[in-house]
């Protein structure tokens, strides 16, 4: 008995000892904050339109830039004309870097063999000012297959802006 009350008095000392007075502990408040901005929307003025191609017996491209509707026909023949597609980031916050992306390929399907074109953008971000908007185009490579088969071919691609 003697031995447990000799451990229950090292036990009491040993917490005294491990436990901080008043007078060595403090306490202080922060504050947590957050700033919402407004969401980034983006708006489409015209779709990417390679034009009117006529076939050949070889396979060929048609190339749009991104820096005008002027494109480059390989191969096959290029008639009328064409033209970029046109976004624009119509609202964010001022002052604040967009990032811009966009799907790498689109497949065009119609009555013959699918095409792919491959697509590039004007711009991989913006600094958005609400006074001056800027267009963000998107041009790229059709492949087009030898004998393609006439007719309408259609596909779509998606570009999206957010915040960097």
């Known amino acids: ?13 040993a917490a005294a000892a491990m ?9 202080e408040n922060a504050t947590a904050t957050v700033q919402i901005i407004g969401a980034v929307n983006l ?31 390989t191969t096959v ?12 980031v119509v609202a964010a916050t001022n002052g604040y870097v967009i990032a811009i ?3 790498p390929t689109v497949s065009l399907t119609g009555p013959g063999t699918a095409m792919s074109a491959t697509l590039a953008s004007s711009a991989a971000s913006i600094t958005f000012n ?17 004998n393609q088969a006439a007719g309408t071919y259609n596909g779509s691609f998606t570009v999206t802006a957010d915040y960097q």
């Open 130 to 146: 609400s006074a001056s908007l800027q267009d963000i185009f998107v041009g790229g490579t059709l492949n087009v297959g030898a």
């Open 43 to 73: 708006q489409k003025f015209a779709d990417l339109d390679f034009g009117t191609i006529a076939s050949a017996a070889t396979a060929g491209t048609v190339a749009l830039p991104t820096a005008s509707n002027t494109r480059t026909c």
């Open 77 to 88: 023949t290029c008639v009328g004309t064409a033209s970029r597609a046109r976004f624009q």
């Open 101 to 103: 992306s966009h799907s």
């Open 19 to 27: 436990s901080s007075t008043a007078a060595y502990a403090d306490t």
């Open 1 to 13: 008995m003697l031995n447990k009350m000799k451990i229950l008095i090292a036990g009491v000392a």
